[in-house]
């Protein structure tokens, strides 16, 4: 099973080359696209939740009920008096740090089935729905940030499966193989079940996916793209322009 460290690099390498990809399109703004590659990034550590005695599981998880925070407090900020986003702020970082992760402490298995494709899936509903429903994101917006999530989510699978493959052992598969990257567990009907209904009702609690489909699968959104894949007649045009001081320049 790979480590926190390989993990972490691995959902910011992809979710970087993803976020790079919007930024080309000139479609997204920055800080936009700058979100969305922390989503990735979080979606990369999601799956160890369910290991929450882990210290960077633990680190991970303050992180997160601290940002939940903050976003509560930037959507309310209009409304409320300073005492009230206080309370509200103090809330939603209990509610994450002690109530959500003291009940996956409890009720969790490691590598069970929160390590499969429909939990991945399902953490990307939930984000798309509040995105949308509570902190008014347009549709493609919480899309967008729920395609993240589980980007991050799936590239925590794949790199837990790929370290269950011995090159150098005698035998190829670890017992640990086919356990991370899976739609489910025979072991736990119920619980698959469960995960199953989960998507399809979060499914319908968030928008229609048709803007953000239309704009992802058409051809206008990456036509810059293909043909920046590789530079020019030369490289970097006009960069030292743009990072050198003026008073240089003139002198």
């Not at 499914?203 to 590789?230: A, S």
Request: aromatic fraction near 12%; charge should be positive; glycine fraction near 10%.
């Amino acid at each position: 099973m790979a480590d926190f460290k390989t993990h972490l690099m691995g959902a910011a390498v992809v979710s970087g080359l993803a976020a790079t990809t919007l930024v080309m399109t000139g479609q997204f703004p920055h800080q936009a696209v700058i979100g969305y590659f922390i989503l990735g990034v979080i979606g990369g550590l999601l799956p160890d939740i369910d290991s929450p005695h882990s210290i960077p599981v633990r680190i991970a998880f303050m992180g997160l009920a601290v940002i939940a925070g903050f976003l509560v407090v930037f959507t309310f900020g209009r409304r409320y008096s300073l005492v009230e986003l206080i309370l509200l702020w103090i809330g939603c970082f209990a509610l994450i740090r002690y109530g959500v992760f003291e009940l996956l402490d409890r009720y969790t298995v490691h590598r069970g089935l929160i390590h499969s494709i429909p939990m991945g899936v399902s953490c990307g509903l939930v984000t798309t729905a509040l995105a949308y429903q509570v902190f008014d994101a347009s549709v493609t917006h919480a899309w967008m940030c729920g395609t993240f999530v589980t980007l991050g989510f799936l590239v925590h699978l794949l790199l837990d499966e790929f370290y269950s493959v011995n090159l150098f052992g005698k035998k190829l598969l670890k017992k640990s193989f086919g356990t991370a990257f899976s739609l489910g567990s025979l072991k736990q009907p119920i619980g698959t079940l469960a995960l199953y209904l989960a998507v399809i009702g979060l499914f319908y609690l968030c928008p229609p996916p048709r803007p953000f489909t239309e704009q992802m699968l058409n051809r206008e959104t990456y036509h810059g793209i293909v043909q920046r894949l590789l530079p020019g007649e030369t490289w970097f045009p006009g960069f030292l322009r743009r990072v050198t001081p003026t008073s240089l320049l003139v002198r």
